[in-house]
């Protein structure tokens, strides 16, 4: 159980440190995601799942949208493995 509680605190520093540096990308598109603007659909920013933090995730709707900066360029084999993983749980995963 202490790896489970020590995994959750690692986690939540994680979002917190994601949330509080965010592109610039991903503030205007929280800005759109937000507050149920787009077919009421709540979006949650910077969301756990699994071993992922996901940038933005609808739960309802199963949408996950992932903004893929440079620091993706070499990691293409990675997001794409990251991507099946998330559509075999139901996810429809959008990449920008």
């Known amino acids: 159980m202490q790896g489970q509680t020590g995994e959750k605190i690692h986690t939540e520093k994680r979002q917190r440190a994601?949330?509080?540096n965010v592109?610039?990308?991903?503030?205007k598109l929280w800005q759109r995601l937000r507050?149920?603007?787009i077919e009421n659909c709540k979006f949650r920013?910077?969301?756990?799942?699994?071993?992922f933090i996901l940038d933005f995730v609808c739960l309802e709707r199963k949408l996950i949208i992932e903004l893929d900066g440079s620091q993706h360029f070499?990691?293409?084999a990675y997001d794409d493995e990251r991507s099946r993983f998330l559509e075999q749980a139901g996810y429809v995963v959008l990449r920008f």
């Open 18 to 20: 994601l949330r509080n």
């Open 23 to 27: 592109t610039d990308a991903e503030a």
């Open 35 to 37: 507050h149920h603007q």
């Open 45 to 51: 920013r910077q969301h756990p799942f699994g071993t």
């Open 74 to 76: 070499d990691a293409t």
